[in-house]
């Protein structure tokens, strides 16, 4: 099966960020300045070493054994359970479609498993750089599951590829919703009703008899059509309103205007998470007190900085945050 979805490369390379770049006449894109303080604090490409570094080890020998009654209900009972166990927060399992592939690839395996590893809401206290090395610290994680996991599935008696970070061609957000991982919500992400939009995404493309997930709805686009937190608090006014939707192969969408979010998210020194962080799905299906006391004592703050004005943005989060 071959991939129909174009891809939007990450880091440095990213033809937009370059395009952008030239319009400024800039010589570099200031979210990658290997000097800057950030830098001095957090090495990026020390992260990036070590999620490629499980790059070769995606794919292995299957073992010619596989279990005696292999039902669908057994083997993603075994999956799920060993999924967990590694140290995702969810999984879920779906056919594989074209959409969900990047163009230039492809796979002769019938099946998607997306694995999803949450990462820690509480980092939104500490700003922006901390959720930046959170999510950087979480892509690891992301790619260690789900090699492991692809290689217990081989041990299992199935073929099975890992995708993640290092690899890149698994287009997360259809092939997630898909897995009945989540809705997508007005900011472009996807809302799982336990870990909100704050989790990183891995994958294994499998020949293994499974379960095949609904999508789960829950009520948040239902939600979207009335609250505009992440449109308001967006910096550069790049989430577009409730009724500017599309729908794509049956799923309604808010498409993100990416050029403006690049304001924000590549052409400063510490990338932007905001449209996530004040989105109310943190908390409010799961109803984790925790993640309650987080978002209160965040969006108050954000709220006291003057949240409601789309061109402000918090310059000294340290000094506003605290
Ligand atoms: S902040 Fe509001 S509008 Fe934005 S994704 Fe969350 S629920 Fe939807
Ligand atoms: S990451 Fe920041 S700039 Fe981009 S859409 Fe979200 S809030 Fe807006």
């Known amino acids: 099966m071959k991939g129909i979805t174009q891809h939007r490369f990450g880091g440095p390379n990213d033809p937009l960020a370059q395009q952008i770049m030239r319009e400024k006449g800039l010589s570099e894109i200031p979210l990658y300045r290997t000097d800057s303080p950030k830098a001095q604090k957090f090495d990026l490409n020390a992260c990036m070493a070590r999620w490629m570094a499980y790059t070769p080890h995606r794919d292995g020998p299957v073992n010619p054994q596989q279990p005696q009654g292999a039902d669908p209900a057994h083997i993603s009972a075994l999956i799920r359970a060993r999924g967990l166990e590694l140290g995702a927060g969810d999984l879920g399992f779906a056919d594989l479609t074209p959409v969900m592939i990047n163009t230039g690839h492809e796979f002769h ?108 709805i829950f009520g948040v686009q239902d939600t979207c059509m009335n609250c505009r937190l992440c449109e308001q608090n967006c910096p ?23 050029p403006r979010c690049y304001e924000a998210s590549r052409f400063r020194d510490e990338y932007c998470h905001i449209c996530v962080d004040v989105c109310p799905y943190q908390h409010k299906v799961n109803r984790d007190p925790e993640r309650i006391a987080i978002y209160k004592s965040f969006m108050k703050k954000r709220k006291q900085a003057g949240y409601r004005t789309p061109a402000w943005f918090i310059e000294d989060e340290e000094k506003v945050l605290g």
């Open 236 to 258: 550069p006014s790049a989430i577009r309103s409730s009724g500017d939707f599309v729908v794509t192969e049956g799923v309604k969408r808010w498409q993100v205007d990416i």
């Open 109 to 216: 395996l019938p099946r998607i498993i997306s694995v999803l590893v949450a990462e820690d809401y509480g980092k939104v206290l500490q700003g922006a750089l901390a959720v930046e090395e959170e999510a950087f610290e979480v892509y690891v994680e992301c790619a260690r599951v789900s090699t492991e996991l692809a290689a217990y599935i081989r041990e299992l008696g199935f073929a099975a590829i890992a995708d993640h970070n290092g690899t890149g061609e698994i287009q997360a957000i259809p092939a997630m919703y898909a897995c009945g991982l989540g809705e997508l919500g007005k900011h472009g992400s996807l809302i799982h009703a336990r870990f909100g939009a704050s989790f990183r995404p891995g994958f294994v493309i499998t020949d293994a008899p499974l379960d095949l997930a609904l999508p789960d």
